[in-house]
Nanobody, 119 residues
């Protein structure tokens, strides 16, 4: 599975950005899509995840500000980030667990996309 991420950039505090993550390959279905982030000098942390059935989980720091969604027909996930804070500055990496046409499960990571929030 190849994951193509896009949408990062520089934004002022209080602003918004939307990340996208498009999956391609011999995919039968995608079980879970989501994002992790890693800020400078910190460990990687989970941000948000959405299952094929629409179950969503958010990390506490982003609850009420970030919204994750997916378009199953396009094998694409989205992370809408509103009310951004300086502490949201990090490299965001999308993740997907896919069921391949070979009936094997594969965990995949996209390239990181930098989100910088200026205060």
């Amino acid at each position: 599975v190849q994951l193509q991420a896009s949408g990062g950039g520089l934004v002022q505090a209080g602003g918004s950005l939307r990340l996208s993550c498009a999956a391609s390959g011999s995919i039968f279905s995608i079980n879970v899509m989501g994002w992790y982030r890693q800020a400078p000098g910190k460990q990687r942390e989970p941000v948000a995840f959405i299952t094929a059935g629409g179950t969503i989980t958010y990390a506490d720091p982003v609850k009420g500000r970030f919204t994750i969604s997916r378009d199953n027909a396009k094998n694409t996930g989205y992370l809408q980030m509103n009310s951004l804070k300086s502490e949201d500055t990090a490299v965001y990496r999308c993740y997907a667990q896919a069921l391949m046409t070979s009936r094997s499960y594969v965990d995949s990571w996209g390239q990181g996309t930098l989100v910088t929030v200026s205060s």
